[in-house]
């Protein structure tokens, strides 16, 4: 295994084994993510994600298994708040969770916070009448969340004829609200759901690249989640949809803040099924005739795609090892 490839995937799985399609109970999912955090491929393990209702529960299961253990393994968490389907609801909600969040217990720790939008929003049919329905929900969430805890905001379920729009919309207001704000760099991030258990939440790749340079443009931090258990963009004949690869999603990431790549560029990352393409050599990192040095490489690991989920830890890197990258 090569410095580039672990320079692109060092931390990036966020284990979220509670949720679907694998919808593990929180003690079998914390106790899959306790042993991954002994196994050799740990280095490509980012936060344990869990429901934010489940928060009490996960707190006893990690006190017993560092106890057990011998130890504090310094577990960091992600909390996954119920959100709403009205502003109001909403609102609710979020107090109830962060309360839960801000009594979990030190040493393991939630250092990122994630909720959806409330699906009021997709009401909303121009960037204007956005900005106004997001701008209190933000400034109650910045206020009330754990100061050091990333907040990661996702566009609510809408259209495919309009979901495009109000991605793109939500993150370049969540990139002018940080600004405004004066909050720190990466503070306010999003959360691009790229697949799900229907065919219908799959974005399409021009959805994909369109979204990646709108990311990258409004200098907006950002995670990725569903559908990404394959390297490699493939057909899901189950669901009826084709899932993007992460070593895509990465890849494209990194060639777009690299390069600075137009969508249609960043669409040819996306849709690449060749292993051939992506080269792991020391001491840079290559998709077809573009490069990024190991140094490029983390920059953009750090300040744009910090990770994304997966309700599987084993299909990624068993994925890998087969193409012969691990």
């Given at each position: 295994?090569?410095?580039?490839?672990?320079?692109?995937l060092?931390g990036?799985?966020?284990?979220?084994?509670?949720?679907?399609?694998?919808?593990l109970g929180?003690?079998?999912?914390a106790?899959n993510?306790f042993?991954?955090?002994?196994?050799?491929d740990?280095?490509?393990?980012g936060r344990?994600?869990?429901?934010?209702?489940?928060?009490?529960?996960?707190?006893r299961?990690i006190?017993?298994?560092m106890?057990?253990?011998g130890?504090?393994?310094g577990?960091?968490?992600a909390?996954?708040?119920s959100?709403?389907?009205?502003s109001a609801?909403?609102?609710t909600t979020l107090a109830?969770?962060?309360?839960?969040?801000?009594?979990?217990?030190?040493?393991?720790?939630?250092?990122?916070?994630e909720v959806?939008?409330?699906?009021?929003?997709?009401r909303?049919?121009s960037y204007g009448e956005?900005?106004?329905?997001?701008?209190?929900?933000?400034d109650e969430l910045?206020?009330?969340?754990?100061?050091?805890?990333t907040?990661?905001?996702?566009?609510?379920?809408?259209?495919?004829?309009?979901?495009?729009?109000l991605?793109?919309?939500t993150?370049k207001?969540?990139g002018?609200?940080q600004?405004?704000?004066?909050?720190?760099?990466g503070?306010?991030?999003?959360k691009l759901?790229t697949?799900?258990?229907t065919?219908q939440?799959?974005l399409?790749?021009?959805?994909l690249?369109?979204?990646?340079?709108?990311?990258r443009?409004?200098?907006?931090?950002w995670?990725?989640?569903a559908g990404l258990?394959h390297?490699?963009?493939?057909?899901?004949v189950a669901?009826g949809?084709?899932a993007?690869?992460?070593?895509n999603l990465l890849?494209?990431a990194v060639?777009?803040?690299?390069h600075?790549?137009?969508?249609?560029e960043v669409q040819l990352i996306?849709?690449?099924e060749?292993?051939?393409s992506f080269?792991?050599?020391l001491?840079e990192?290559?998709?077809?005739?573009?490069?990024?040095?190991?140094?490029?490489?983390?920059?953009v690991r750090r300040?744009s795609?910090?990770?994304?989920?997966s309700c599987?830890?084993?299909e990624p890197?068993?994925?890998l090892?087969?193409?012969g990258?691990l």
């Amino acid at each position: 295994m090569n410095d580039s490839l672990q320079a692109l995937l060092k931390g990036a799985i966020d284990y979220a084994g509670a949720f679907p399609p694998a919808s593990l109970g929180p003690e079998q999912a914390a106790q899959n993510y306790f042993q991954y955090r002994a196994a050799p491929d740990a280095w490509m393990l980012g936060r344990l994600v869990c429901p934010a209702t489940e928060l009490p529960a996960l707190a006893r299961i990690i006190e017993q298994q560092m106890q057990s253990s011998g130890g504090n393994d310094g577990w960091a968490v992600a909390a996954v708040l119920s959100g709403g389907a009205t502003s109001a609801e909403w609102r609710t909600t979020l107090a109830d969770d962060l309360r839960a969040v801000g009594d979990f217990p030190l040493p393991a720790k939630v250092d990122a916070v994630e909720v959806a939008l409330p699906d009021s929003l997709t009401r909303a049919t121009s960037y204007g009448e956005l900005r106004e329905l997001l701008g209190p929900l933000l400034d109650e969430l910045a206020g009330a969340a754990p100061p050091a805890a990333t907040i990661f905001i996702e566009s609510p379920p809408a259209a495919e004829a309009v979901r495009g729009d109000l991605i793109c919309w939500t993150v370049k207001y969540l990139g002018e609200h940080q600004k405004q704000k004066a909050l720190p760099a990466g503070k306010m991030a999003f959360k691009l759901r790229t697949g799900g258990i229907t065919a219908q939440p799959f974005l399409s790749s021009v959805e994909l690249a369109r979204a990646i340079c709108v990311l990258r443009d409004a200098g907006v931090s950002w995670k990725a989640t569903a559908g990404l258990h394959h390297p490699l963009p493939h057909y899901d004949v189950a669901l009826g949809a084709y899932a993007a690869g992460f070593v895509n999603l990465l890849s494209a990431a990194v060639m777009a803040g690299v390069h600075h790549l137009p969508d249609f560029e960043v669409q040819l990352i996306v849709e690449d099924e060749s292993a051939a393409s992506f080269q792991f050599g020391l001491p840079e990192f290559r998709w077809n005739g573009l490069s990024a040095t190991l140094e490029q490489v983390e920059s953009v690991r750090r300040r744009s795609l910090l990770s994304f989920g997966s309700c599987s830890f084993d299909e990624p890197r068993n994925d890998l090892r087969v193409l012969g990258w691990l």
